[in-house]
């Protein structure tokens, strides 16, 4: 069975950085590319960063580049996100999942304030 865990979120002030950690199970980890999705209220889920199953090429949506980074860690089946620059825009529950990934976890809370 799939499962995705995230971790690492919390109350942040705008401009500060937060790391995202998600370890995934239930897959062959290192055969699929990977993701990190956020959801506000009121909002569509929205994909934020994607990474290849090689690491090798990476994609961002146009509200985060520049600011958040994902790597992953195919001996921890882990993925990463580094988050710099933080605007309260950017509060969210954020989730981890493989491109069009039935299961999602619990998710984690950013949540940025002043």
């Known amino acids: 069975q799939v499962q995705l865990v995230e971790s690492g979120g919390g109350l942040v002030q705008p401009g500060g950085s937060l790391r995202l950690s998600c370890v995934a199970s239930g897959f062959t980890f290192r055969l699929y590319g990977m993701s990190w999705y956020r959801q506000a209220p009121g909002k569509e889920r929205e994909m934020v960063a994607s990474?290849?199953?090689?690491?090798?090429?990476?994609i961002y949506a146009d509200s985060v580049k520049g600011r958040f980074t994902i790597s992953r860690d195919d001996a921890k089946n882990m993925v990463y996100l580094q988050m710099n620059s933080l605007k309260p825009e950017d509060t969210a529950v954020y989730f981890c999942n493989r491109p069009k990934g039935a299961y999602w976890g619990q998710g984690t809370q950013v949540t940025v304030s002043s």
């Open positions: 990474v290849t199953d090689t690491g090798g090429s990476v």
